[in-house]
């Protein structure tokens, strides 16, 4: 059974930090590339940054250079940093497998993590 609990977001100002944490079921983290997704409101939801199982990253250029995607694989936890935040990065940020997100109908998406940066 897939499990996926995000945690960590919260207001922040713009320029602002926060680190966001996916604890996930072993059955797929152990397996699959994982990724950050977000949704802002009225829009569709984007993959923002993505590990693979052997800590290769790939990011949104939205996002290049100021987020950073980590992994711990004993921990089945991933994790994603957030620096030099913006008003345009406020949304609701998943976790998920992008193969299963892809191959899977219909997806499994946790409750997600509401992130809001403003003044």
């Known amino acids: 059974q897939v499990q996926l609990v995000e945690s960590g977001g919260g207001w922040v100002q713009p320029g602002g930090s926060l680190k966001l944490s996916c604890a996930a079921s072993?059955?797929?983290?152990?397996?699959?590339?994982m990724g950050w997704y977000r949704q802002a409101p009225g829009k569709q939801r984007e993959l923002v940054a993505r590990?693979?199982?052997?800590?290769?990253?790939n990011y949104a250029d939205s996002v290049k250079g100021r987020f950073t995607i980590s992994r711990d694989n004993a921990k089945n936890t991933m994790y994603l940093q957030m620096n030099s935040l913006k008003p345009e990065d406020t949304a609701v940020y998943y976790c998920?497998?992008?193969?299963?997100?892809?191959?899977?109908?219909?997806?499994?998406w946790g409750q997600g993590t509401q992130v809001t940066v403003s003044s």
């Open positions: 072993g059955s797929i983290f152990s397996i699959y590339t």
């Open positions: 590990i693979t199982t052997g800590g290769i990253t």
């Open positions: 998920n497998a992008p193969t299963l997100v892809v191959t899977t109908t219909p997806t499994y």
